[in-house]
């Protein structure tokens, strides 16, 4: 049974760079069988996609975060990241780590605020 | 992008009744590869239904999941108290991926 937990600052400054990272465990991040992704929910809304990454090393961002959007993978440590830059008050979310359509983490709230 | 609008909003009903939600997409859905996912307040989403009407493991069939093209709806035959919740439909046929806004399930 495949497990993800997110993990980050909850607090993030207007222009700076969000950057969370997601632990997963029951298995391995260099799976074939699986996908990397983050999305989130602005507190109150619906769930927005962000972006995938397979094993392979190929992304695939939502166009319109594109251009602020970067997946990885640390296969060292089991892990994959999120980071985007220069943030604003609309980048306030809850943030989900997720693989395939099933499993998610619990999720992680990051306030953009000075 | 495929837009999802989903249908009612909210939905008032009684544990018992049978309760139908719709989503209906921008275009037609690659392949039939919609889900239904369930939320409850501070969690996760879960997943319900994949590939239009294929029951996710554990989940009763009392909901059942049809549709094709672009009208897809979720039914829950019975509602129990554990059923009201925000529902979302997602279409994972057409990068980027899409949500619908949801459907509130309430007493």
């Known amino acids: 049974q495949l497990q993800l937990q997110e993990s980050g600052p909850g607090l993030v400054k207007p222009s700076e760079t969000l950057s969370l990272t997601c632990t997963v465990s029951?298995?391995?991040?260099?799976?074939?069988?699986?996908?990397w992704a983050w999305i989130r929910q602005p507190p109150g809304k619906g769930l927005e996609w962000i972006g995938r990454?397979?094993?392979?090393?190929?992304?695939y961002y939502n166009p319109s975060l594109k251009s602020r959007v970067t997946i990885s993978v640390d296969t060292s440590k089991n892990q994959f990241s999120l980071k985007l830059s220069s943030v604003t008050a609309a980048d306030t979310a809850v943030y989900y780590c997720?693989?395939?359509?099933?499993?998610w983490g619990r999720g992680a709230l990051v306030t953009v605020s000075s | 992008e495929i837009v999802l609008t989903q249908s009612p909003g909210t939905l008032s009903l009684s544990p018992g009744e049978r309760a139908t939600l719709s989503c209906r997409a921008s275009?037609?859905?690659?392949?039939?590869?919609l889900a239904w996912y369930q939320q409850k307040p501070g969690q996760a989403p879960r997943l319900l239904i994949y590939?239009?009407?294929t029951r996710a493991t554990g989940i009763p069939d009392r909901l059942s999941g049809s549709g094709s093209g672009t009208d897809f709806t979720l039914t829950i035959s019975r509602l129990e108290p554990d059923d009201f919740a925000v529902y979302y439909c997602?279409?994972?046929?057409?990068?980027?991926?899409?949500f619908g806004q949801g459907t509130r399930v309430e007493i």
């Open positions: 997720a693989s395939n359509l099933l499993y």
């Open positions: 029951g298995g391995s991040i260099s799976s074939s069988s699986h996908y």
């Open positions: 990454m397979f094993y392979s090393g190929s992304t």
């Open positions: 275009q037609s859905v690659s392949s039939s590869y």
């Open positions: 590939d239009a009407s």
């Open positions: 997602h279409q994972y046929g057409t990068s980027p991926r899409t």
